[in-house]
């Protein structure tokens, strides 16, 4: 193999598929970021056995060939060359010569048949969506994807892909998020799960334009192309919560609250319910006021906002955490925050519009 590419092209393509290299691992191979030189294009593909991310950038390629490369040591090295035309030769010992200007570095590579395959998504099973919609959908859900390995399935988001329009969903057994955004076409009705690692990354390749990209769905797998890169992901098993029962339909108390004032108040009071064990804030509503206490060992706070209150004045705690983590996916400049009694759970949704909603566990009060 020997090919000629300029180093910020290849820096930036290595940082995008190392992503999905394996940190932690006994087994080498899955730490390496595969190169394959063919038709004037340089291949550079990293995974970790459930995500794959390829990525193709233009180069003079004189000898085609292929190596798998330490992932790590390549990335920092390449980093330091981004202003340099660089040479990659590939020599009997399967060593990569790194040339640039009047310097080289030899770096011994690994056996290349024994990096694993990569699925190919050949799937006429697809939907359109625009860009910056599919970004939107991940980033209202994704932060309430389980971190615990007791349910795999609720590790992913659930995607309900629909004929005009595509459903997310998320829960951890204490907050869900649910998001749904119009698509442009389908040519399935299919409900899938996407390991949240998968959906993280390929929403940092996202942009937020208009540009319609397309899904691929095969079996057991998901595909997302843009700008020459690649995502591949395998698709979690399993049957996902039920989530349409969780949800409440009937309210007690509808709070009507600017986003931002509630966010900056749950902020302030948040610095002293973290030094709490449950970073608790207990909600007071009465009337058309919003009270917002916090109670640890350093001092108390109290927190007023103006509301809009259409029912019975309530009393009920939450994390802070949950609550604001919420807030900040959002842009709406009002929220409806929708409540029956003070152990049941708070289902916050825009003021206008049914695209998205989040539910919120309640805490045990304890003053």
């Given at each position: 193999?020997?090919?000629?590419?300029?180093?910020?092209?290849?820096?930036e393509a290595i940082l995008k598929v190392i992503k999905a290299a394996s940190s932690k691992t006994t087994n080498p191979i899955l730490e390496g970021i595969k190169l394959t030189a063919e038709d004037n294009t340089l291949i550079l593909v990293a995974t970790d056995g459930e995500l794959a991310i390829e990525k193709r950038i233009v180069a003079d390629v004189k000898i085609e060939g292929e190596?798998?490369?330490?992932?790590?040591?390549?990335?920092?090295?390449?980093?330091?060359?981004?202003?340099?035309?660089?040479?990659?030769?590939?020599?009997?010992?399967?060593?990569?010569?790194?040339?640039?200007?009047?310097?080289?570095?030899?770096?011994?590579?690994?056996?290349?048949?024994?990096?694993?395959?990569?699925?190919?998504?050949?799937?006429?099973?697809?939907?359109?969506?625009?860009?910056?919609?599919?970004?939107?959908?991940?980033?209202?859900?994704?932060?309430?994807?389980?971190?615990?390995?007791?349910?795999?399935?609720?590790?992913?988001?659930?995607?309900?892909?629909?004929?005009?329009?595509?459903?997310?969903?998320?829960?951890?057994?204490?907050?869900?998020?649910?998001?749904?955004?119009?698509?442009?076409?389908?040519?399935?009705?299919?409900?899938?799960?996407?390991?949240?690692?998968?959906?993280?990354?390929?929403?940092?390749?996202?942009?937020?334009?208009?540009?319609?990209?397309?899904?691929?769905?095969?079996?057991?797998?998901?595909?997302?192309?843009?700008?020459?890169?690649?995502?591949?992901?395998?698709?979690?098993?399993?049957?996902?919560?039920?989530?349409?029962?969780?949800?409440?339909?009937?309210?007690?108390?509808?709070?009507?609250?600017?986003?931002?004032?509630?966010?900056?108040?749950?902020?302030?009071?948040?610095?002293?319910?973290?030094?709490?064990?449950?970073?608790?804030?207990?909600?007071?509503?009465?009337?058309?006021?919003?009270?917002?206490?916090?109670?640890?060992?350093?001092?108390?706070?109290?927190?007023?906002?103006?509301?809009?209150?259409?029912?019975?004045?309530?009393?009920?705690?939450?994390?802070?955490?949950?609550?604001?983590?919420?807030?900040?996916?959002?842009?709406?400049?009002?929220?409806?925050?929708?409540?029956?009694?003070?152990?049941?759970?708070?289902?916050?949704?825009?003021?206008?519009?049914?695209?998205?909603?989040?539910?919120?566990?309640?805490?045990?009060?304890?003053?």
């Open positions: 193999m020997k090919v000629f590419c300029q180093g910020l092209d290849l820096s190596t798998v490369i330490p992932g790590k040591f390549f990335s920092e090295y390449v980093r330091k060359l981004t202003g340099e035309q660089i040479e990659l030769t590939l020599n009997e010992k399967n060593q990569l010569k790194i040339k640039y200007t009047d310097s080289e570095v030899f770096i011994q590579c690994l056996n290349v048949l024994e990096f694993p395959n990569v699925q190919k998504i050949e799937s006429e099973e697809y939907f359109e969506i625009e860009q910056a919609e599919l970004k939107d959908l991940i980033q209202k859900t994704i932060f309430s994807v389980s971190l615990e390995d007791t349910r795999p399935v609720l590790k992913g988001c659930l995607f309900e892909v629909g004929e005009n329009k595509v459903t997310s969903v998320a829960l951890d057994g204490y907050r869900l998020a649910l998001a749904v955004k119009p698509i442009k076409k389908s040519t399935a009705k299919v409900s899938l799960i996407i390991p949240g690692r998968s959906l993280n990354e390929m929403s940092k390749l996202l942009d937020d334009s208009n540009e319609t990209i397309r899904v691929y769905m095969q079996k057991n797998y998901l595909m997302v192309e843009q700008n020459s890169t690649k995502i591949i992901t395998r698709l979690l098993d399993g049957d996902f919560i039920n989530y349409k029962q969780i949800i409440p339909t009937n309210f007690t108390s509808v709070v009507t609250v600017n986003r931002l004032q509630l966010e900056d108040a749950l902020d302030r009071a948040s610095i002293l319910a973290r030094v709490s064990s449950d970073n608790s804030v207990k909600f007071n509503i009465k009337d058309n006021v919003l009270n917002l206490q916090a109670r640890s060992e350093i001092g108390n706070v109290d927190e007023n906002l103006t509301i809009a209150l259409s029912g019975e004045d309530l009393t009920i705690s939450f994390d802070a955490r949950f609550f604001k983590e919420c807030l900040r996916v959002t842009e709406d400049d009002f929220l409806k925050l929708c409540f029956t009694t003070s152990i049941n759970p708070c289902v916050v949704r825009p003021n206008e519009g049914e695209d998205y909603l989040f539910l919120i566990l309640p805490l045990k009060q304890l003053y």
